[in-house]
């Protein structure tokens, strides 16, 4: 065998045993052993229409999301990659989900971004029923929604001949309300509260503070959002003359009972003179007025030291030497 050859073979078994190459790899992982029981293209489009409490705005739009799980261990655990699809502000969705072929495996249903769910009616004692609720749907990378977010159990046959599935077929309905949670800011600069500062919450990661979810005004140094979208946001201060001192972040969870409180150190934003805070700019006028009196008092000295010569030099020959 060829030296090339080996080093190729050698080179491959290191980047295959690679972390990256684990993770690359490990949403084919999740499939293992159900490659028979589940279509490997997307063959069945999930439809329905969300009614929101709240019109969610257009950087906060949450997400339809169909799980296919088996009952493993006393609970639920997804099999494959969980398919998505953005809901807009109509609330009407459509997402793609691969082929359940073994009816031991489920479809779940769920909404991602902050959003409880119920369908309706809530009784799912009919046998006409399509979907139950059900909260155990629990691995690693499913439990950021599960723990927070209601989870509903497609019961219904699938046919080989279906595509599409409506989840809200029937008398039900999907309602969607938003998760809350509260946020108290206080506001102080060094030891003295501080009235009037807007404070914005904006969602973590957004760069235009003019996109906020909320927005008060201390009374005091202190003010209280209440009914809060859960999630993660930045906290921006502003106050004329002022400016925050160092950014500051909140996480809001579900019907959280205790107020989160943000403390916000305001310290004077000086106003610019030639591009120079007011400390530097009376520096650069000092050293410069500095600078010109120097010169002005060394031309004059030089005059004055030129005259007086002058004077001593006539002063200094007698009369009769004219």
Same mark, same amino acid.
């Given at each position: ?21 684990? =993770? ?5 992982? =999740? ?6 029981? #589940?279509?490997?293209?997307?063959? #069945? ?8 409490? #709240? ?7 949450? +997400?339809?999301? =169909? ?10 655990? *997804? ?7 953005? /809901? ?9 989900? *691969? %082929? ?18 119920? #369908? !309706? ?78 404070? %914005?919450? !904006? ?46 972040? !909140? ?36 050293? +410069?007025?500095?600078? /010109?009196? !120097? ?18 030099? /006539? ?8």
């Amino acid at each position: 065998m060829r030296s090339g050859t080996v080093t190729v073979i050698l080179l491959t078994a290191l980047l295959l045993s690679t972390p990256i190459v684990a =993770i690359m790899l490990s949403d084919d992982a =999740i499939a293992d052993g159900y490659d028979s029981k #589940i279509s490997t293209d997307k063959e #069945i489009t999930f439809t329905g229409k969300v009614y929101f409490d #709240i019109t969610p705005v257009a950087n906060q739009l949450p +997400s339809a999301i =169909i799980l296919i799980a088996d009952y493993k261990d006393g609970k639920w655990q *997804y099999v494959r990659e969980p398919c998505r699809t953005e /809901i807009p502000e109509n609330g009407e969705f459509s997402v793609q989900s *691969y %082929r359940i072929l073994d009816m031991a495996l489920s479809y779940f249903f769920l909404i991602e971004s902050g959003y409880e769910i119920e #369908i !309706v009616p809530s009784s799912f004692e009919s046998t006409a029923t399509t979907v139950e609720r059900d909260s155990s749907v629990v691995t690693d990378t499913t439990s950021t929604y599960s723990y927070s977010y209601n989870a509903f159990r497609y019961t219904s046959y699938v046919s080989p001949s279906q595509t599409t599935i409506e989840v809200t077929e029937g008398a039900h309905a999907i309602s969607a309300r938003h998760a809350t949670g509260s946020v108290t800011v206080n506001v102080t600069n060094d030891e003295y509260n501080l009235s009037n500062v807007e404070i %914005r919450l !904006v969602k973590k990661g957004e760069s235009d503070p003019d996109k906020y979810v909320a927005m008060e005004y201390s009374d005091n140094g202190r003010c209280v959002f209440k009914n809060v979208p859960t999630g993660e946001y930045d906290v921006v201060a502003t106050l004329k003359n002022y400016e925050q001192f160092r950014p500051e972040s !909140v996480t809001i969870t579900k019907n959280c009972s205790e107020t989160v409180s943000i403390e916000m150190i305001l310290k004077v934003n000086n106003k610019e003179y030639w591009g120079n805070d007011l400390p530097h700019f009376l520096m650069i006028v000092g050293g +410069s007025l500095g600078v /010109i009196i !120097v010169s002005i008092s060394i031309v004059l000295q030089h005059f004055i030291i030129k005259k007086k010569h002058e004077d001593w030099i /006539i002063n200094d020959v007698d009369d009769d030497e004219i």
